[in-house]
């Protein structure tokens, strides 16, 4: 819907187990506000704009290849 994918350190698509423990940093993330707010800061001064959750997995969102 967005056009976007979520990529591993490798450039593949999560599998099942790294796309759950993404899944579960980002809902720790929303229910603790200090995480994320500290998550936001991360994405406004990260060079790829990564949150705590992407950091901490080596994951990261990039355009959907044609």
Do not use: K, W
């Not at 995480?35 to 994951?59: E, I, N, W």
């Amino acid at each position: 819907m967005m056009a976007i994918e979520l990529r591993d350190a490798y450039g593949r698509p999560l599998d099942a187990t790294q796309a759950f423990f993404h899944t579960l940093g980002y809902a720790l993330s929303m229910t603790t506000a200090i995480v994320q707010l500290g998550s936001a800061g991360l994405m406004c001064v990260t060079q790829r704009g990564q949150g705590l959750t992407d950091l901490a997995l080596g994951t990261v969102m990039i355009n959907r290849r044609a």
